[in-house]
């Protein structure tokens, strides 16, 4: 993901009528006023912002979504 100004803010902030959402296809986005942050793909998560990268590898996103906080959501 390629993200202009703050990254806390484009990744994280879900104010009144602002929320990130992942969508198989971008048709279901018509008539939603909606910008496109990046894109989903591959096996480890990449956030780029400014020429800096954060890499995240498969092992570490597997960790975390297996935390006891993420298992007591569902």
Do not use: N, Q, W
């Not at 198989?24 to 986005?29: F, M, N, P, Q």
């Not at 995240?56 to 959501?73: C, F, H, K, V």
Request: proline residues 4%; negative net charge.
């Amino acid at each position: 993901v390629a993200l202009a100004g703050d990254p806390l803010e484009e990744l994280f902030s879900e104010t009144c009528g602002r929320f990130l959402l992942a969508v198989r296809d971008e048709a279901a986005l018509a008539g939603v006023k909606h910008r496109i942050i990046g894109t989903v793909g591959g096996d480890t998560l990449t956030i780029r912002l400014e020429g800096e990268s954060i890499v995240i590898p498969p092992e570490e996103l597997d960790a975390a979504l297996s935390t006891t906080t993420r298992t007591m959501r569902y």
